[in-house]
């Protein structure tokens, strides 16, 4: 009869449309009671935990080293606007009070800010650094600072900038032509360590505002023997910035990481030390 023909016709069909036969049972066979529907081909949940271990070892393997290139592009771009907000307080100064070269850099640091910087900068909080109760420690070794930050704090001036950022100003008592300032890129919050989230520049007559080790000079005189430019720190080659800023430098302040940023053009490098 036709629906004879026709259920021969249409049992055909589904044998030959029919899926091929799942190899094991998915999640939702397991778990539900009322599921009817044909079998199909899926992962077993074995097969699923083993998958799960490996994308957990491999991402416990590699989150700690994005996570930290993350944080170094993060410091790398708060420094080098902090450096830049610097500098251009420095140059608009300059528009107001002559060049820089004929600052009074021997007053203190209070005085030189106030005479020079205050109008240029957007200042929150001001005061002695002997207030903030603030030490600061060294990348290598985790030890406090020694030198001017912890030796000589009296007359250190901070300044908290609208971003949080802190800067430190200090007239060092051995040199007559620098005013040596400290960038603080976390403020009060931790590691407070150097290279890390502390950085070293200075202001000179001639160099305008620059990092320890990077385009200063000693003693630079005048026609009359007069000293026109006295800097903190020398002009370092990459080997000398590396010595102070690397993976192998392990006894060193860490001072000339801001120069060796900026020479590798606003950038960590491979051998940064952390």
């Known amino acids: 009869t036709i629906s004879k023909v026709l259920s021969d016709k249409l049992k055909r069909y589904v044998r030959g449309n029919r899926a091929p036969r799942k190899a094991a049972f998915t999640l939702a066979e397991v778990f539900s009671p009322f599921y ?142 620098v005013i040596l300032v400290h960038i603080d890129l976390n403020g009060l919050k931790p590691p407070q360590q150097t290279g890390k989230d502390l950085f070293t520049f200075s202001i000179q007559p001639v160099y305008g505002f620059q990092p320890y080790g990077f385009r200063n000079a000693y003693n630079t005189t005048n026609e009359s023997g007069d000293i026109v430019n006295e800097s903190f720190g020398s002009t370092f080659d990459r080997a000398s910035l590396e010595a102070s800023c690397s993976k192998k430098a392990k006894k060193s302040s860490a001072s000339a990481c801001s120069a060796l940023i900026i020479l590798n053009g606003w950038d960590t490098g491979s051998d940064y030390p952390w």
Do not use: C
């Not at 930290?68 to 420094?79: A, E, G, I, T």
């Open 36 to 177: 009817l529907s044909p079998r199909k081909v899926a992962f077993t949940l074995a097969e699923v935990l083993i998958t799960l271990g490996i994308i957990g070892v491999v991402a416990a393997m590699t989150l700690p080293t994005l996570i930290q290139n993350h944080q170094k592009k993060q410091m790398v771009s708060q420094l080098k606007k902090t450096y830049s907000l610097m500098n251009q307080a420095v140059k608009l100064a300059e528009t107001k009070h002559g060049d820089a070269a004929y600052w009074n850099y021997g007053t203190d640091a209070k005085t030189f800010y106030e005479t020079y910087l205050k109008d240029e900068l957007n200042v929150i909080k001001e005061g002695e650094f002997t207030d903030l109760n603030l030490k600061y420690y060294n990348l290598y070794t985790g030890k406090a600072v020694e030198g001017v930050i912890t030796t000589m704090p009296n007359d250190f001036y901070y300044l908290v900038l609208s971003d949080g950022v802190m800067v430190h100003l200090y007239k060092p008592d051995s040199f007559n032509k």
